[in-house]
């Protein structure tokens, strides 16, 4: 075995069960393993992602991980490929599995445990796609994106954020979001300008824009309206009061039986 794999990957004893029949200790076989976990995410979709993290604890059906990657949500299915190696003879064997846990640890990264399916190579979106609800963010402060994108992918939705404006034009080439939030302001194009660019744009016009804007003036206000913005909000603001706008121009998946009207309470936006 490689040397490296080998330093890599340390396991303990088996834990230790009462005794029983063959079949019983074997679906109660657990050992404590460390070794490097590829985790993926969202394929096919807007916010398809890759984790790269290590086990701390596995059964024959479940995998509990630990990861500086926040958003997982229970229910969210992934592709999991344990061990894994990342050398060029490796051979990794990817499997389906469905996050059933995901905890906050002392030193702030994330316990996340999942169960492990009998499919073996399989892609898998991170909910089905007549299903995913797409949010496309532009925020130049990567503290304040982190938030909305953590509340809302705990909600369900594929979250992608970037920083500037332009970006955002490049994911919309390919992509089609169910809703757009965006900086008013900007350097260079400016959230307006791009809220102007989707509206005059036949296969993008109908995506409902959500802009966050620097200053409360009215005339601030007026001009988010004139290039289309469906709701207008001052910053700093709650990421929970973005969230709630969100939620109610495009519901999250486990909503979508529910009516919801981008009309409802969107007085609450005007000034806030």
Request: hydrophobic share 45%; charged share 20%; glycine share 6%.
């Amino acid at each position: 075995m490689n040397s490296k794999i080998a330093d890599d990957t340390k396991a303990a004893s088996p834990a230790k069960h009462p005794v029983g029949s063959g079949a019983d200790r074997r679906k109660r076989w657990r050992i404590k393993i460390v070794a490097r976990v590829l985790i993926r995410g969202g394929i096919g979709a807007l916010d398809a992602f890759e984790d790269t993290c290590k086990s701390i604890d596995a059964t024959r059906d479940g995998l509990l991980v630990c990861t500086s990657r926040g958003g997982y949500w229970v229910g969210q299915p992934l592709q999991v490929t344990f061990p894994y190696w990342n050398v060029p003879t490796a051979i990794n064997v990817a499997r389906k599995a469905k996050v059933v846990r995901n905890s906050l640890m002392q030193d702030f990264r994330y316990a996340v445990a999942m169960q492990l399916s009998n499919g073996q190579d399989a892609d898998v979106s991170a909910v089905p796609s007549s299903k995913l609800v797409r949010v496309l963010g532009v925020e130049s402060d990567l503290v304040a994106a982190s938030q909305m994108r953590d509340l809302l992918e705990h909600d369900g939705y594929q979250v992608v954020f970037v920083s500037t404006a332009q970006d955002a034009v490049v994911v919309l080439m390919d992509e089609m979001p169910d809703v757009l939030i965006a900086e008013a302001e900007g350097i260079g194009m400016s959230g307006r300008d791009l809220c102007a660019m989707l509206k005059r744009d036949e296969r993008l016009q109908h995506i409902p824009v959500i802009l966050l804007t620097n200053s409360a003036l009215p005339s601030d206000y007026s001009a988010n309206y004139r290039v289309g913005a469906i709701v207008s909000m001052t910053k700093p603001c709650e990421p929970e009061r973005v969230q709630h706008a969100v939620h109610l121009v495009a519901p999250p998946p486990a909503a979508q039986s529910t009516v919801y009207s981008a009309r409802l309470n969107m007085a609450a936006f005007i000034r806030t």
